[in-house]
């Protein structure tokens, strides 16, 4: 009966002893778990960064693949829009064609009347004629000397200043011809090119009519 009641307490003893080892491991299991936790808490942090940078970066290289794409773009159509210009690689402005056309548009003016040039020439003549005659010729001798050729200088230099703005507002008007290609005329220059043109053209008719005595002719001494 004592050996049955001393292996009743031995097993009980080792079932005690079962409990507080399971409980032991238990209880370092679960100090463990934090500590892991605790371990597995920056590791993703930081592996979430790392994805972050990633996906930053991937954004960055997509942005400037795509800003190279556009200055390639644009390089290729400066270069298809500057074949044919001057040597220093840039499209012609336009400036000049727009001088030249306002130029041959006052000439032309200019033209209509004789302009000052062409007042100066013709007193000039008068005072020549005047000169030259002598107080005994004939009066229509004396007309045409004193007047005559006065007019037919203003009647010249008239037709001289309508050619000047005829060609002037004739080159303008071809220029683009033989500038770079696919670059249209503005549309001003050419309204004031081909009214200097036009003024050119009236001149030079004003003026032969003028110098033929087929218009506003001198007056019959006889």
Known sequence: MATKTADGAEAGTEAHKDDETTAAAGAAEEARTPEATETRAPEAAEAGERATEATADAAHAEHAADAADDADDAAAADDADGDGTGA???A???VGQGAGAVVSA???LVSLSGGWIGTV???REQLVGQLQTSS???????VKEVYGDAWHTTALWAGLFAVAALVTGVVVLVRPAFGAPGRP???WIKSVAWAGVSLGVI???LAVLKYSDALLALPSAG
């Open 88 to 90: 220093g690689g840039k």
């Open 121 to 123: 020439a013709s007193a």
């Open 185 to 187: 005329q503005a549309a």
């Open 92 to 94: 012609p402005s336009g």
């Open 136 to 142: 005994t010729a004939s009066v229509a001798k004396q």
């Open 106 to 108: 006052a000439l032309g």
């Open 203 to 205: 001149g030079l008719l």
